[in-house]
């Protein structure tokens, strides 16, 4: 397999967290977003959408979106799980990664995506005004989650689930959006600190 990767993305970012965490590691292609790569005609082959992570199978097949790409993981290396093993277990994951990230990462990214200068030859048009939506949101959705961690060590579950992995970027993510988890967030900040003390969030 490959894994065509930007580093400082955090879509690929959650496919590198969730490989490490199963101890594996896959041969990179690295796709440079600043200079544009991932429009060149040779990776628009690999992924219409020109979006980074794609995972080439031994076959030469493509998968695209890092929840597929992780999914698919999971299925070949089931431990150690991260997506669930009961049914409930499978529909609690499901639901704080789903809240993890349209409601927290998603939000993050669309703030960051048309605000920041850097975007404007990606993000076009650049919507000011729907960037500023985004980013008044944010605080919400950590205080949401922060409320959720209350007494818990993990999202959810009561151990290492996807729902970590996806909070923990969204939440990384934050520093190039200019936007700091606010003090009062004590149980957010305790368990963002253990997630980033997790050798798989240097991945």
């Not at 959720?148 to 959006?177: E, H, S, Y």
């Amino acid at each position: 397999m490959k894994l065509y990767d930007t580093p400082l993305a955090p879509n690929p970012r959650r496919v590198r967290v969730f490989l490490a965490e199963k101890g594996l590691d896959i041969p990179k292609v690295t796709i440079d977003l600043g200079k544009m790569e991932q429009k060149s005609e040779s990776y628009a082959a690999v992924n219409p959408r020109q979006r980074t992570p794609a995972l080439e199978l031994e076959d030469g097949s493509i998968l695209c979106e890092s929840i597929a790409i992780c999914r698919y993981i999971e299925a070949l290396h089931p431990e150690p799980n991260l997506f669930g093993q009961t049914p409930r277990e499978i529909g609690e994951i499901e639901m704080w990664s789903r809240r993890a990230e349209l409601n927290l990462l998603s939000t993050i990214a669309s703030a960051f995506r048309h605000l920041h200068p850097a975007m404007a030859a990606m993000e076009v048009p650049q919507v000011k005004e729907w960037g500023e939506v985004n980013k008044a949101r944010i605080v919400d959705e950590l205080a949401f989650l922060d409320r959720q961690l209350a007494g818990r060590d993990f999202v959810c579950c009561d151990r290492f689930t996807n729902a970590d992995i996806t909070a923990m970027i969204g939440i990384d993510f934050l520093k190039p959006t200019r936007v700091a988890v606010p003090d009062e967030l004590v149980d957010l900040k305790r368990w963002h600190a253990a997630m980033a003390a997790r050798p798989s969030a240097k991945a």
